[in-house]
C-alpha cells in the first residue's frame, strides 16, 4: 500500500457566513458537500488513475463510505427543507 502523505490531501473550504438564519444542518451539510465528499472522491479517483491494486475489502468500504457520506448529504438537505430550528 503506497503512503500518501497527509498534507498533500489538506484543503482549506471556506464554510461561508453561519449568521443568524442559519443553522447547524446548513453547516453541516456544507462542510459535507464542500469537504469531506470531495477529498474521498479524489483518493478514490487518484487511487483508479494510479492504478494500484486494492484489496476488494478496502474498496468496498470505501464505496460504503462514499455512500454513506452521499445519504448524509441527502438527509442533511432534507433537514434543511422541512425542519424549522428554533431560536434559543
Known amino acids: 500500500m503506497t ?17 443568524d438564519n442559519s443553522n447547524i444542518f446548513d ?12 477529498i ?9 488513475k494510479a492504478n494500484q491494486t486494492v484489496d476488494k475489502t478496502v474498496q468496498g468500504s470505501l464505496d460504503s ?5 452521499a445519504g448524509l448529504k441527502t438527509q442533511l438537505a432534507s433537514c434543511i427543507q422541512y425542519m424549522e430550528v428554533p431560536m434559543v
Open 27 to 38: 453547516l453541516a451539510f456544507t462542510y459535507v458537500d464542500h469537504s469531506l465528499l470531495p
Open 65 to 69: 463510505v462514499l455512500t454513506a457520506m
Open 40 to 48: 474521498f472522491q479524489d483518493y478514490k479517483k487518484n487511487r483508479n
Open 3 to 19: 503512503k500518501v502523505d497527509l498534507s498533500s490531501q489538506l484543503q482549506v473550504i471556506n464554510l461561508g457566513y453561519m449568521g
